[in-house]
Structures are given as C-alpha cells and as structure tokens.
C-alpha cells in the first residue's frame, strides 16, 4: 500500500511543474511590463526601474524563474495588497473554513447522492429514474450565485431559520484554534451553543455548494449499480439466496461505487469554483472569499498563491481518490 | 431515423430541445417579444421596484424597467456569448486535438501537457484571473472563457484520433497514399463529430452558467446591458423586499442550461449510452 | 408410476420482449429428476440450457415471460412464488447454483468469508446456530472440498484463487446450506481439462456423500458419460429426446443427438458438424425446430408440436419417427 500510495505522488509531478511554468508565465510574460503593473499607476519612471531591479525583472527570464522557484519552495509569496500581511499567513487563517465548507459539502453529496444514485438504478427508466435524472441535471444547470441567494430570501430573511451570512453570530467568539474547523473546535472546547451556532452557518452554504457534486455522484452511482447489476455474480449472489435489499445496498453498491469515488476527484475543481461564488455571497471568511477580493483588486500575488494551492490541494485528492479506490477494490492494491 | 427515433422516446431529451427552441426563438424575435424593448437603457424612476402586476408579469428592477422585457432580451447576449466562446473553443481545440492524436512525438506531448494543466485548474478561477489581467469587460470575458474551453475539445477529439487511427481503415486510407490532411478532415474528424456536438452543446450551457457568474461578480457584462448575472447582482441590494428581481432572471439562466444540458445529455446517451453525466 | 420426482419441468414456454421482437426461448421444456440422482442437460450454445436452469432458480431477464408451464420442486410449483417467497425459502437454501464462470461469479471486492457466510446467514440448517458454529461448517465443507488452509481462505479475496480453486469455493457455497438439488451450469467449460476431471469427481463424490439430485447442464457427451443417471437433450429450446445416459447414448432416438453424436471428437474420425444453423428464436421454424436441419424431415414435422413420447421404457422422443412407430396419432 505505501509503494502504491509513492507511485501516485510521483505521478502528480509533471503536472505540479506544468502548473509552475504557467502561473510564472501568467505572471511574468503575459503582463507587457510587471514592473509598471506592481508599481501602480501613478509611479514615476525612476520607481518603476527600482521595482525592476528590486525584483529582478531586469534579469533573464531563467534566472527569474529560479528565484520564483524558491520563493515558492519558502511559501514566500509576499505581502498582499489587500490585507497587507504575508499572503502565507492569510492562507493559513483563511484555509480551515473553506476546507470545513467543502468537506461538509462533499459529505452530504456523497451521503445522498450514493443513495439517490441507487434508487435510480433499481427503477431504472421508470419514473422515479426519470425525474432523478432531470433533478440532477438541473443540479448542475443551476447557478450556485442565484441558488445562494434565492435560499437566502427563504430561509433566512423570510422564514428566519437560518442565519443570512458569516461563520458564526456576531455575539460568540471562535472556538480556540486546534483544527480550526469550528464544528470540530467547539466540541473540543465542549461549547455546544458555538457547535450549534456554526453548524446553523454552515448549512446554507455547504447545501448550495453540494448541488453539483451531488448531481455527478447520483449519476454515477446510478450508471455504476446498472453495470454492476449486469455482472454474473450478481446473478451468482440472486441465485444463493441473498435478499434484493443486501444485495444492492451491500454487495452491489460497494462495486458501484468506484466510478462515483472517480468523479470525487474530479469534483474538486467545481468544488473550488463553486467556493468562491458562494464565500462570496455567505460572507465566509475562507479562501475563496479572498481569491475573488484578490482577483477584484488585482493582486497578483494573492492570485498566484491562490492558484498554486489550489493545484496542489487537488493533486492530494486526486491521490486519496487513489488510496479509497485501492481500499475498495482489493484487486487495485496487489497489481496497481 | 433510427436516431430520432430513439431521440423521441427520451422524454427529458426531448423536454431539453424544447427549451432550447424555445429560447432560441425568444432571442430571434426579442425586441418583437418583450412588451417594453426600450427598457434595455431608459430608466423610469416612479415604477421603481414594482412587484409583478398585468403590465410587469415579472415586476421592475431599481431603475423601474420592466423585468420581464429585460429578461427576454438577455437571452441574445447570453446565447451570443455562448455561441461565441463554444465556436471559437471548437475552432482552437478541435485541429490541435487531431494533431495531437494523429502525430506521436514532442508536439502531440506538448499539446496535451498544456491541455492538461488547463483542466487541472478550476475553470471559473482561470477564467476570472484572466478577464481581469485583460480588463474587465465583455470582450475579455468570452476571451476568457474561450481560453479555459478548448482544452476540453482537444482531449475529446484526441481520444477520438487515437482511437480511429488505429483502426483498419485508416490504415487502409494511408496504404492507398490518401493525404494526411484528407484522413483528417475527411475521415476522422466526420466520425468524431457526434462527442463534438455533445460536448458544444452541454458546453454552451456550461458557458452561459460561468458567463453569468462572470458578469455576477462584475467581471462580464456593464449596465445597462441587460445582462441575467447582472441584474442578479443588482438586486442584491433589494432583498428581501424585491424577491422577484434576483428571482425571475435566476430562472432564466437555470432553464436555459437545464436546456442546454438535457439536450447534450440525451445526445450523450444516444453517442455513448453508459454514461451519463453533464459539463 | 413411481414416487414424484424432486424435480419436474413440464411443458415450459418463455419469451424475452427484445428491441428486435419477442424471441421465444423456451418452447416445450420438460425434464424429471428423481431425487439424489444426476440429469444432465444437454445441447449447443444457444438452445435455452442456462434460461432453463435460471428458471428453475426462478431468476429471469427483466423482459422474459412465463407463457406456460410448470417447475414442481418438492410438490410445489415454483412458478406460482414470489420472488421474495423464491429467496427466502428456495434460492440458495434448498436448491444450490454453481455457476459456469468461476472467474467472474465472485464478487471482486468482498473477501471468500464475507461472500459465503453471508448466503449461511440467511439459510442454514437451524442446527447451525450463531457466527462460529457457521464458520466452522464453512471452513469443514472448504477442507472437504479439497481448498488448502480454509481458515486463511476466508480471509482472501477472489483474485487471489486459481479457476479451480474458485469452483471449489462455488461448491463449497452451494452445498452449504444443505440444498436438496444443486444445479450446476456448464461448471466446467471455463476450466483447464485436468481441472475439469477433478472437479467433476468431486461433485460426483459429494452429490452420492450429501444425497443430492444435481441437474447438470453441459454440452459435453462426454461429461454427460462419466456422471449422469439420466440425460435430456435441447434443440433451440424444445426437449428433444430424454433417457437414461447409458441407453441415451448407445441408442440415440431423435435425429439431433444422433447428429450430435455423430460430430463428437470421441466418436468420429472426422470433423464434421450438423449441416445449417440453430434457428433464431425471435423466428423459429414452426413444430419441431430441428425440421430445416434435419435427415428425416417430412411435410408432418411443421406441424407437429412438441411433445415427449415414450419411445422405449424410460426412453422418450419428440419426434415424427417414434410417433409412428409407437403409432401416436398427434392431433
């Protein structure tokens, strides 16, 4: 399992490289002049010329690539214009609550679309198929922004069951930091009114953030209980006797599921995507949230920190998808 | 025939082109359409922030304009938009992935390395970066939104090359010395057409969606363009009072990419009936 | 008349709705196991054996019809039960399957202990009351199905047997519960032949141990030869011609087994097969479905439905020629 789990990382190399060259290229090349771009508008000739020499922008195009390698290898990415404190030690702050939004939005549309998916698959083409299939299409049709909004309209300015945005009421201070996942933090800290509190922020945001991903698992956990369904030992399994019910919800759904944990993997892309529509619009204090105030006034160095992050936080779930792939299919472990 | 046939029988495939003629139509005929087409610019300041009524079905907006016209004349821009990037992503994307999948060596590897990285990255995080690197405006979101497309183009189209290139009669072709460019153009591409369309038309939903949060986040369209992301948020500062300005152009974006998406979803089963899935 | 048999089949229709029309699979089936003894099913590929042995098990194609029939096992007809009524007391409980493919009737992600223990859960004997006692039943049948180390067994997954060894594991499974019939489809075929021997000596020895009647479907004579008390031959899903296996063989009634053994390696000098091919059943000829192949075809074949006459004692025929001479008039 560890040779299996090296293999993987060494495979996400090559495109940990690609990103490199291509966040330096989007930096460096694209921009006509850099240094005119982080002097500001109003800079003088001369200040442009000392940023060029302050940060080596008069040097050859390697040569910078190298001193950008190693600030990256540091998590020197400077200071950010917005917040002016280093760009790491936002990151650092800001991670945990997108992390826990994400986590929490991947869960429930694992925990649901699983189920949902099946049920698809057992009345395959009938009409409970029918109109899963076009509820997860429109899951993925709808515009997380708008989707945010209208719930807000409902469930917390309407109705007044929800709280409208934040990570926590005004009123209560944060759970002190040890995973910074307030849900997790206050129940170490044995505050149940902050537990609840931040669970009643999350639930707003994490639903709207789980409309895709629960959209593509349900699908794939449907296409992948009909394969299964096709395979002798399912037959096999009919023909010993096993009810219909352990059948599919046990031994069915563990095969199926492997092309669902696939798309787990794949979400994560939209998962981000979508972070930062909805931080933006819950007012979650995360990373999306910052990468959109980042984008909005131009600060390149939060955008770059932004990015790299973001390759990497992918290449480690795309390995996880790997080892929960291993861990379901045995046959993955020996040979892989 | 066969093909529409089975097409026919796909009851949410059918619903999906339903919707999409029918929005295709009101972006045809929508200055004949919408009751008040002057509502694009004017401004009544008296009729602000109307909840629908018989002359407003969908109320007004800050600016007292009629919703309801304004919703029917976005759908030009957003299926404009959409037409725009999809045709440009195809025309960029396609050739590189039939050269890619038909050549071996440091090009193909090129190519696809780079299509990689793109799709490595979050497309709508890309695709905000580069709008404004090149200035927000309109322009430079559909150059973005184009630039973060094409990648998927070329992965399909070279997965479709290799395929056929392996197969016997493209061997046959460069046996009887047809040109590498006709077994391209005149024999690999017709029969990758069918994941192309596939993918141009769950694409144009994809894009309409993203073009909406561009213009959402005030990356994409300007007032007083009739925009359905904008106006989206434009009424943020109305709530709750103004429901219906956030909520009637919303719909209006979900039901053209549900459109869009059943139609490329069912064309999807007819393609490839094992898999089923959208973007 | 002797003691009803364990098993009956008697006069089974099924058609499965296709895209292409409705394909009439099974048309006039019957077949008679008495219990402990061993019939085999016989034909080529494509003539109905495995629909027939999944009917008796009562698992069919979503679109399959029951046209008419009757499938008696221990005096009730399991066409009239439910699915729920076929799981809870039949399937897997009193009658066993092993399957034709060893290689893929195993779920790949579940190990040996959890596949098998599961099935004992919900049908062992009653005398075999909680986890261990099932165990220790499982891993006794493993040891007497000849698998080595059958405490580690449990603990493996299936693609870390040979095709042998999963067979056995197949048996192992499907004796568990001690079922009164085993049916046993093709186990052989996807088998290496020295495997296959030991496989059927095997079954052979625990159907006489156990006391169990075995309906075993194969295309093999050969195979029919070494282990079957009796033996019904299908031609595109009619019985064609059932007997006793010695008599079957030596004195082959129906115009099809005596083709087909004509064409059997063991038998002929040359290789030769059957002139035409197996009729489609989304049309097939009316009457006896061997008609457009067959030597003996008369105008009277296209109309005489199919139906068993005793032809010698034991021995019964569909078929014009034992018609006549028995002089049956057909209506």
């Known amino acids: ?336 | 025939m066969l093909v529409l046939a089975k097409f026919a029988k796909d009851k949410p495939a059918v619903l999906g082109g339903l919707i999409v003629l029918m929005v295709v139509g009101i972006a045809i005929l929508a200055p004949l359409l919408a009751p008040y087409p002057g509502d694009v610019s004017a401004s009544h300041l008296l009729m602000r922030l109307k909840p629908p009524s018989w002359e407003h079905p969908f109320g007004t907006d800050n600016l007292g304009r009629d919703i309801l016209s304004r919703v029917i004349l976005g759908a030009r821009g957003a299926l404009m938009i959409a037409l725009m990037v999809v045709g440009i992503s195809m025309a960029i994307g396609v050739p590189l992935g039939l050269v890619a999948g038909y050549t071996h060596g440091w090009v193909s590897e090129a190519i696809m390395r780079v299509t990689d990285v793109f799709l490595a990255v979050p497309q709508l995080i890309l695709a905000l970066a580069l709008a404004q690197l090149m200035g927000p405006s309109l322009q430079s979101a559909m150059l973005a939104l184009t630039l973060t497309y094409w990648p998927f183009f070329t992965r399909i189209v070279y997965a479709e090359t290799r395929r056929l290139s392996a197969s016997l009669f493209i061997d046959a072709l460069q046996c009887i010395g047809a040109g590498t460019l006709r077994i391209l153009f005149g024999h690999i591409l017709p029969n990758a057409i069918s994941p192309i369309i596939v993918r141009a038309t769950i694409g144009m939903g994809f894009t309409i969606l993203v073009a909406a949060v561009l213009g959402f986040l005030g990356m994409g369209a300007t007032p007083p363009d009739p925009d359905w992301g904008l106006a989206i948020a434009e009424s943020r500062q109305y709530l709750p009072e103004a429901w219906w300005f956030s909520t009637f152009p919303g719909l209006a974006i979900f039901l053209t990419v549900l459109g869009f998406n059943l139609l490329g979803d069912g064309l999807r089963d007819i393609v490839d009936p094992r898999l089923r899935r959208s973007r | 008349m002797t003691a009803a048999p364990l098993l009956a089949v008697k006069n089974l229709r099924l058609s499965v709705r296709g895209d292409e029309g409705v394909a009439r699979i099974l048309d006039h089936v019957e077949l008679a196991l008495p219990r402990g003894e061993i019939l085999g099913v016989v034909g080529e590929s494509g003539c109905g054996k495995s629909t027939l042995a999944r009917a008796v098990l009562g698992i069919f194609a979503k679109a399959a019809t029951i046209e008419s029939g009757e499938i008696n096992f221990e005096g009730e007809d399991l066409l009239r039960l439910s699915d729920r009524e076929m799981t809870r007391r039949v399937r897997g409980r009193r009658i066993g399957f092993i399957p034709q493919d060893p290689y893929l009737a195993l779920n790949p992600v579940f190990k040996i202990g959890a596949q098998l223990l599961a099935a004992l859960r919900w049908h062992a004997p009653p005398q075999l009351k909680g986890e261990a006692a099932r165990r220790a039943e499982l891993i006794g049948l493993l040891r007497r199905v000849q698998l080595p180390e059958p405490e580690a067994t449990l603990e493996r997954y299936p693609h870390q047997f040979s095709g042998g060894q999963r067979q056995r594991l197949m048996i192992a499974g499907a004796l568990a519960a001690r079922p009164a019939l085993l049916i046993a489809d093709e186990p052989t075929t996807a088998l290496d032949v020295t495997t296959q021997l030991q496989i059927l000596k095997l079954l052979k020895s625990l159907t006489q141990e156990y006391g169990i009647a075995m309906l075993f479907v194969t295309h093999d004579f050969g195979v029919v030869a070494q282990l079957c008390d009796a033996t019904t031959v299908m031609y595109a899903g009619q019985t064609v011609e059932t007997g006793p296996t010695a008599q079957l063989l030596a004195d082959p009634r129906h115009p099809y087994t005596q083709a087909l053994l004509a064409c059997h390696p063991d038998r002929s000098q040359t290789l030769s097969g059957i002139p035409g091919q197996v009729p489609s059943p989304l049309a097939p000829p009316p009457g006896c479905r061997f008609t457009p192949r067959c030597r003996h075809a008369a105008e009277v074949c296209s109309r005489r439905p199919a139906r068993l006459v005793r032809d010698a004692p034991a021995h019964f025929v569909s078929c014009r020629l034992a018609d006549e001479r028995q002089g049956v008039q057909h209506a």
């Open chain 1, 1 to 336: 399992m560890l040779a299996f789990i090296v293999r993987r990382l060494l495979l996400v190399i090559p495109s940990l490289a690609g990103l490199l060259v291509l966040t330096f290229f989007l930096i460096r090349v694209v921009p006509a002049d850099p240094a005119a771009a982080l002097a500001g508008e109003n800079a003088t000739p001369a200040q442009i010329a000392e940023i060029r020499r302050q940060y080596g922008l008069d040097q050859p195009l390697y040569k910078q690539f190298g001193v950008y390698l190693t600030q990256v290898a540091r998590l020197d990415f400077g200071e950010s214009a917005y917040s002016r404190r280093p760009v790491a030690v936002d990151i650092k702050q800001r991670l945990p609550a997108t992390l826990e939004l994400t986590i929490a939005a991947l869960v429930f549309a694992t925990l649901a679309g699983i189920p949902l998916g099946t049920l698809a698959a057992i009345y395959h083409n009938r009409w409970p198929d029918t109109l899963l299939r076009i509820l997860s299409v429109g899951g993925v049709a709808i515009a997380a922004f708008w989707f945010a909004i209208e719930l807000q309209l409902l469930f917390a300015m309407d109705l007044g069951w929800l709280p409208l945005r934040g990570r926590l009421s005004p009123g209560l201070t944060a759970p002190p930091v040890l995973t910074g996942f307030f849900l997790i933090d206050s129940l170490l800290a044995g505050r149940l009114d902050v537990f609840t509190d931040a669970l009643r922020h999350l639930i707003l945001p994490a639903f709207t953030l789980s409309l895709g991903g629960l959209a593509t698992i349900t699908r794939f956990t449907r296409a992948g209980v009909l394969e299964t369904l096709q395979k002798d030992f399912v037959t096999y399994e009919r023909a010993q006797g096993f009810p219909p019910r352990a059948l599919i919800w046990k031994f069915v759904l563990r095969n199926s599921v492997v092309a669902a944990v696939t798309q787990i993997g794949l979400l994560f892309g939209s998962l981000i995507a979508g972070a930062v529509v909805v931080e933006t619009i819950f007012d979650w204090p995360g990373i999306g949230f910052y990468t959109v105030q980042a984008i909005l006034t131009a600060d390149t160095k939060v955008m770059l920190a932004v990015t790299l992050l973001i390759g990497v936080i992918y290449a480690i779930v795309n390995i996880l998808v790997d080892v929960v792939h291993g861990l379901i299919d045995p046959r993955l472990r020996d040979d892989g």
